[in-house]
């Protein structure tokens, strides 16, 4: 496994409310970014970041997305988020799905980690999303741009479990190269 790591500090733009969390940029502009965000990031963290076997679930009901992201080391746990996605917040002209031009195309991901105490890259890799997780990934997108009902409900539904009890309720799918 391959990793990139900074050897200067490297602010990264964001406006954030300083609290801890992710956000994901998916097929806006080409881009397939998530940036995770926790206040006061120590070395152990950020190396546990750069070293974890990443794992995805993708959680979709009528029209709602969500994704689950898992970091293991070994048997054990590092940390665990979730992240909402609504293709329909993205202007028209610069929503770019990714074309999955054979059965073995995979979405690429970069994932940044930043510290909001001061907005300071701590980690950066660069994941491939598994082909059967892509091609799910990109249906429900399809899916949720044909309509205009709101998600709401499902999402208030989900946001009454754990981040571990999201994450058992479907296949973890572990990220590559």
Not at 105 to 128: F, H
Request: charged share 25%.
């Amino acid at each position: 496994m391959y990793s990139i790591v900074l050897g200067q500090p490297c602010e990264f733009a964001i406006h954030s409310s300083g609290a801890d969390g992710a956000f994901l940029d998916l097929f806006y502009d080409k881009s397939q970014m998530l940036v995770i965000q926790f206040n006061d990031i120590t070395m152990d963290e950020a190396d546990s970041f750069r070293e974890a076997d990443i794992y995805c679930t993708l959680l979709t009901k009528d029209n709602a997305i969500r994704l689950v992201w898992i970091f293991k080391q070994g048997d054990e746990t590092a940390f665990e988020l979730d992240t909402e996605f609504d293709a329909r917040l993205i202007p028209t002209e610069e929503l770019t799905l990714t074309e999955l031009s054979t059965e073995e195309t995979r979405i690429t991901l970069t994932i940044v980690l930043v510290d909001t105490k001061d907005t300071v890259v701590k980690g950066l890799r660069y994941l491939t999303i598994p082909p059967e997780l892509s091609r799910a990934l990109i249906d429900a997108t399809e899916k949720q741009l044909m309509t205009k009902d709101s998600d709401q409900p499902v999402q208030h539904i989900w946001a009454q479990y754990s981040v571990s009890e999201l994450a058992s309720m479907d296949k973890a799918w572990r990220l590559g190269l």
